[in-house]
């Protein structure tokens, strides 16, 4: 299973969430699902906002435009990163010709 599809501007991620990680990042493991560790606890939805944040610095766009949009409550998540800059997603390893 791929991690990441791009649909038009819109990049949808599958990852993985490991909170309370000791640093924030993005890795692609190697059966090629994206793992995310964050640094925020998985209390009352400070998680899922510490995620849209990172999220969002790390492609290039507003807090408003990432979006979990399936598995709130679970450690694997579908994410919708709306108008994703793809060369800040090429630099992460999520080439814009990925299907």
Avoid: C, Y
């Amino acid at each position: 299973m791929v991690g990441w599809r791009w649909q038009g501007t819109d990049l949808i991620l599958t990852v993985r969430v490991q909170p309370r990680a000791a640093r924030d990042e993005l890795k692609i493991g190697t059966d090629g699902q994206l793992r995310l560790r964050i640094t925020a606890a998985p209390v009352e939805g400070k998680a899922n906002e510490h995620l849209r944040r990172f999220l969002g610095h790390a492609f290039g766009v507003a807090r408003s435009q990432v979006k979990v949009a399936t598995g709130a409550t679970r450690r694997n998540k579908r994410i919708v990163v709306q108008n994703a800059d793809p060369a800040k997603a090429r630099a992460i390893g999520l080439p814009k010709d990925q299907e």
